[in-house]
């Protein structure tokens, strides 16, 4: 028999004061920043979502606990993570507005995903509208600075959100967006933990791990890394104390992140499902698949800026990474939002490869299967209509890949190349079309 997760029962503290506001409470925030905060036991977090009520729900019922399980080669272990303090649904907004005008907290760290950060016409019910909204009311109460922290995996993801709240505050008073100039201060950072989202069996396997009966445990690995770039007004938790390194440029880091573990990621999320993969660790034993990774981290090598030692000791580490059986990483949750994804991840290496005359296959293959999947699969991406429409229809392949970069699109030797991929990838997989 398990024992219903609270803090109580788990003997755990009582809820530290809450510092910390998160908007986008999900598998991430649990597995990464909720554990650097925990080491610093003054920090509490408020954490949001504004589209899944039953998580903070189950959250709150469980007084903010919930079991991290890492798994990794060896045995499984399982922690319980105290870091959050109140969990609530986005639908309590008098609640997200006190604790944005709170002068208590001092910095709000964001998941909303990629597409979260984009702009379309009215911005009220997104991330973004909200936020604004938040440092509103902050502006009238107290006028207190703020940092916020980004921890989506964005190419210069500070400066992104800056620029989307400035524009979207081009309509409001001089004085308040003079204030968001002079007094929120947004910082840049790089994270990276491979955290796929919880199966029914996790919840299982983590009650047999704790003892305890737990809705909402995440699992995740060994390995955890977060930098960042960029000042905290009122101060923040010690985040050092838990690894985590504050360094003036993220530049290198960014790259070597985005191209390498999330470019690998996209490529295997479109070209494995069309070779029969259902899962990161799956694909990567499958033999084209492994060779088309490799092939990728070449490619990318040529063009990132950080010494070829780091980028294959860093290579040698994601294949350990990418083949534990201990987190199953599924394809096609990895596959959501590839029009927000392969622009910063495998476009700037398949630009620099084609003005040096190259066709490099891995990139190829990434469009390609980006293709397929358009086609036949079902495709979660803030641009699906258009992008499912523009796959279907005759000379495909030029007109998805314009919906992206028109100067690649007019390039007629890689609209051949990936037109034929496509049909490498079917025959690869056995299929004809
Ligand atoms: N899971 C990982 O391994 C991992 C690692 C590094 C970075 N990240 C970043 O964290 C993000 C979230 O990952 P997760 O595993 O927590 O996913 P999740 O599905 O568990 O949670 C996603 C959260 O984002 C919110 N959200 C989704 N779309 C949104 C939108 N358009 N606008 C505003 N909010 C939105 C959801 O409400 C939810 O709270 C990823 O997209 C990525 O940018 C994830
Ligand atoms: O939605 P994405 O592509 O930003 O993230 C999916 C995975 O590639 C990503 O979550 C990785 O697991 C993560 O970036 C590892 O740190």
Same mark, same amino acid.
């Given at each position: 028999?398990?024992?219903?997760?609270?803090?109580?029962?788990?003997?755990?503290?009582?809820?530290?004061?809450?510092?910390?506001?998160?908007?986008?409470? %999900?598998?991430?925030?649990?597995?990464?920043?909720?554990?650097?905060?925990?080491?610093?036991?003054? +920090?509490?977090?408020?954490?949001?979502?504004?589209? /899944?009520?039953?998580?903070?729900?189950?959250?709150?019922?469980?007084?903010? !606990?919930?079991?991290?399980?890492? =798994?990794?080669?060896?045995?499984?272990?399982?922690?319980?993570?105290?870091?959050? @303090?109140?969990?609530?649904?986005?639908?309590?907004?008098?609640?997200? !507005?006190?604790?944005?005008?709170?002068?208590?907290?001092?910095?709000?760290?964001?998941?909303?995903?990629?597409? $979260?950060?984009?702009?379309?016409?009215?911005?009220?019910?997104?991330?973004?509208? &909200?936020?604004?909204? %938040?440092?509103?009311?902050?502006?009238?109460?107290? $006028?207190?600075?703020?940092?916020?922290?980004?921890?989506?995996? !964005?190419? $210069? /993801?500070?400066?992104?959100?800056?620029?989307?709240?400035?524009?979207?505050?081009?309509?409001?008073?001089?004085?308040?967006?003079?204030?968001?100039?002079?007094?929120?201060?947004?910082?840049?950072?790089?994270?990276?933990?491979?955290?796929?989202?919880?199966?029914?069996?996790?919840?299982?396997?983590?009650?047999?791990?704790?003892?305890?009966?737990?809705?909402?445990?995440?699992?995740?690995?060994?390995?955890?890394?977060?930098?960042?770039?960029?000042?905290?007004?009122?101060? &923040?938790?010690?985040?050092? /104390? @838990?690894?985590?390194?504050?360094?003036?440029?993220?530049?290198?880091?960014?790259?070597?992140?985005?191209?390498?573990?999330?470019?690998?990621?996209?490529?295997?999320?479109?070209?494995?499902?069309?070779?029969?993969?259902?899962?990161?660790?799956?694909?990567?034993?499958?033999?084209?698949?492994?060779?088309?990774?490799?092939? +990728? +981290?070449?490619?990318?090598?040529?063009?990132?800026?950080?010494?070829?030692?780091?980028?294959?000791?860093?290579?040698?580490?994601?294949?350990?990474?990418?083949?534990?059986?201990?987190?199953?990483?599924?394809?096609?949750?990895?596959?959501?939002?590839?029009?927000?994804?392969?622009?910063?991840?495998?476009?700037?290496?398949?630009?620099?490869? =084609?003005?040096?005359?190259?066709?490099?296959?891995?990139?190829?293959?990434?469009?390609?299967?980006?293709?397929?999947?358009? =086609?036949?699969?079902?495709?979660?991406?803030?641009?699906?209509?258009?992008?499912?429409?523009?796959?279907?229809?005759?000379?495909?392949?030029?007109?998805?890949?314009?919906?992206?970069?028109?100067?690649?699109? /007019?390039?007629?030797?890689?609209?051949?190349?990936?037109?034929?991929?496509?049909?490498?990838?079917?025959?690869?997989?056995?299929?004809?079309?």
């Amino acid at each position: 028999m398990t024992t219903r997760l609270t803090r109580a029962a788990a003997h755990a503290r009582p809820p530290a004061p809450v510092r910390a506001v998160h908007l986008g409470l %999900g598998a991430f925030h649990r597995a990464h920043q909720a554990v650097y905060t925990m080491a610093d036991p003054d +920090w509490g977090i408020a954490a949001y979502t504004f589209r /899944n009520t039953e998580l903070p729900r189950t959250l709150a019922e469980q007084d903010g !606990l919930y079991s991290l399980q890492v =798994r990794g080669e060896g045995e499984p272990r399982a922690e319980i993570v105290d870091a959050i @303090s109140r969990a609530h649904p986005g639908s309590e907004t008098d609640q997200w !507005l006190a604790d944005l005008a709170s002068p208590d907290v001092t910095l709000l760290t964001l998941t909303i995903t990629e597409a $979260g950060y984009r702009l379309s016409g009215d911005q009220d019910g997104t991330a973004i509208g &909200r936020v604004l909204a %938040g440092l509103r009311g902050r502006h009238r109460a107290s $006028g207190a600075p703020i940092a916020l922290v980004p921890c989506d995996n !964005l190419p $210069g /993801n500070g400066g992104v959100l800056r620029e989307a709240i400035r524009t979207a505050a081009a309509g409001e008073a001089p004085d308040f967006r003079s204030w968001i100039e002079d007094h929120v201060s947004f910082v840049d950072t790089v994270v990276d933990r491979i955290t796929p989202a919880t199966t029914e069996q996790d919840v299982t396997a983590t009650a047999r791990l704790t003892g305890f009966e737990d809705r909402a445990p995440v699992v995740t690995e060994p390995f955890s890394e977060w930098l960042l770039a960029g000042d905290f007004p009122l101060g &923040r938790p010690a985040w050092e /104390n @838990s690894g985590a390194r504050f360094v003036d440029d993220l530049a290198a880091y960014e790259q070597r992140k985005l191209w390498f573990l999330n470019g690998a990621h996209t490529l295997l999320a479109y070209a494995g499902p069309a070779l029969g993969c259902a899962t990161v660790d799956e694909a990567v034993r499958h033999p084209v698949l492994a060779r088309l990774t490799a092939s +990728w +981290w070449d490619v990318a090598s040529r063009h990132a800026s950080l010494p070829e030692e780091d980028l294959a000791d860093y290579r040698q580490r994601l294949r350990q990474r990418f083949s534990s059986r201990g987190v199953r990483h599924n394809l096609l949750q990895i596959a959501a939002d590839g029009s927000q994804k392969i622009p910063a991840r495998i476009l700037p290496v398949l630009r620099a490869e =084609r003005a040096a005359q190259r066709m490099p296959d891995a990139p190829v293959a990434a469009l390609a299967g980006w293709l397929i999947h358009l =086609r036949d699969r079902p495709v979660s991406d803030p641009r699906a209509d258009e992008l499912v429409s523009l796959a279907h229809s005759a000379d495909a392949p030029r007109r998805v890949l314009s919906a992206l970069d028109v100067t690649l699109a /007019n390039d007629r030797e890689l609209v051949s190349a990936v037109e034929d991929y496509v049909e490498h990838l079917r025959l690869s997989a056995g299929r004809t079309v």
